[in-house]
């Protein structure tokens, strides 16, 4: 079944630790995006931010994280079972993952969860050469984030992408107009 890590990789075509950790990761975010969709979460959620962006729209820019906003203002929303599912997945291709989740707290409405697995386990299972493999720290660990804001913008339009190769997977998204304005706001909002 890591077969389908190779696909995503394509683990010949890459001889440094950089690339091949962020298609590594890459590979880990989809494996939580086809999971998530057959768990039913896009009926509850939407997807956006920059890795949606990237991942559903071709932005050549990588991204570290996984955003998610609830469709319905939920302050009990647990994404405890969605995590144990994504667990179950990498378990079921042989890849031992691992999480740290952050439940909100104070005026943060934000659930968080970090996907972590050794970089070695997840660069041997996406199938690149030892070099490359040998060449990442023995206890470093490729982390995917996780956020789920539990509060609802109110602007938001939502549609709903397919992908199909090499998972085959639907995911709710705010539309691309929307999914710009975002990015950019987020942009000229951060402090340098």
Known sequence: MTAILEEICRPSEV???????????????????????????????LF?????????HGLDRFSE?????????????D???????????????????????????GELQVFSDKIKVNL????????FADKVVRAA???ENCVVKIDVDICTPGYTRDEVVHKSAPLEYS????SL????????????CRHW
């Open 137 to 139: 720290h023995s206890q």
């Open 120 to 127: 070695r386990e997840i660069l041997r299972a996406c199938g």
């Open 171 to 174: 995911v709710r998204t705010e």
């Open 65 to 77: 994280d996984l955003d998610f906003t609830l469709l319905a203002e939920n302050r009990d929303f």
């Open 48 to 56: 956006h931010g920059g890795t949606c962006l990237r991942i559903l």
């Open 15 to 45: 001889h440094d630790l950089t690339t091949a950790t962020n298609l590594a990761k890459e590979a880990m975010q989809e494996m939580i995006l086809c999971t998530l969709s057959k768990d039913g979460f896009f009926d509850i959620a």
């Open 177 to 188: 107009p929307v999914l710009f304005a975002g990015k950019t706001s987020a942009v000229l």
């Open 79 to 105: 994404f405890t079972p969605y995590s144990e599912g994504i667990i179950r997945a990498f378990h079921d291709i042989g890849v031992n993952v691992h999480n740290s989740p952050r439940p909100p707290r």
